[in-house]
């Protein structure tokens, strides 16, 4: 069965320093997504990219996160400078439609640990 | 705003015997309705959804949910629970107009042999 893959696993980095997590979505999917989940709390929207561009965003993904779609198989998220509430469990999926009703697939996660 | 509740945080029940996993939720618009399981370094698995039609819904692993546009829930249920249907499980929802799913807490479901 074909799966959303995301590395590394975990990812442990130093506040102030860039991160790029990575992703590799099912491979006829369109749509691309990144959801976070802070210990213990709800699992957060971040953002929903489309042909290349952002479709939507939350308030979390402000200046400090970018997209990318650096190939055809490839789905970045890069946080620029870490902050420790970065710390978090991020999750990438994708879905083959836009429309409201389709699920989306997610990968197993990454953790990230800024300290 | 829109939001979806999980108002257990844990859910035990025995093997065999039947089990419920609530969620409500508020929305403006249509609602689509997801349920996931997340098993153990594992990533979110689809179990579900309702789209529109029968309120009954059946999924993967013999898990079924049920919708009630009244009472604004979405039940996930099974007949019959098995200790491998342990595990974290979260409601979503979505309405058009957005790309993003909303989710709720997560409610773990302990089953005992």
């Known amino acids: 069965e074909p799966e959303v893959t995301q590395t590394p696993s975990h990812q442990v980095t130093q506040m102030g320093q860039e991160v790029i997590l990575r992703c590799v979505p099912i491979?006829?999917?369109?749509?691309f997504y990144w959801y976070r989940q802070i210990l213990g709390q709800k699992v957060e929207f971040l953002v929903s990219?489309?042909?290349?561009?952002?479709?939507?965003k939350s308030e979390i993904f402000d200046d400090q996160f970018s997209v990318e779609r650096p190939d055809g198989s490839n789905f970045t998220l890069k946080i620029r400078s870490t902050k420790l509430e970065d710390s978090a469990m991020y999750f990438c999926?994708?879905?083959?439609?836009?429309?409201?009703?389709?699920?989306?697939?997610f990968g197993q996660g990454t953790r990230l640990t800024v300290v | 705003a829109q939001s979806v509740a999980q108002p257990e945080d844990q859910v035990n029940v025995a093997e065999g015997n039947p089990l419920t996993v609530k969620c409500t939720y508020s929305?403006?618009?249509?609602?689509?309705l997801f349920w996931y399981v997340q098993y153990p370094n594992r990533g979110l698995q689809f179990l579900l959804k309702?789209?529109?039609?029968?309120?009954l819904v059946k999924g993967s692993y013999g898990f079924e949910a049920e919708f009630n546009k009244s009472q604004t829930s979405f039940h996930l249920k099974k007949p019959s629970a098995l200790v491998s249907d342990s595990a974290l499980y979260f409601c979503?929802?979505?309405?058009?107009?957005?790309?993003?799913?909303?989710f709720g807490t997560g409610t773990r479901l302990k089953v005992l042999a």
């Open positions: 999926a994708s879905s083959e439609a836009r429309q409201p009703g389709t699920e989306a697939f």
């Open positions: 491979s006829n999917h369109l749509y």
């Open positions: 990219f489309y042909n290349n561009e952002i479709s939507e």
């Open positions: 929305v403006s618009g249509n609602p689509y």
């Open positions: 309702y789209i529109t039609g029968d309120n």
């Open positions: 979503a929802v979505r309405t058009s107009g957005t790309y993003k799913y909303i």
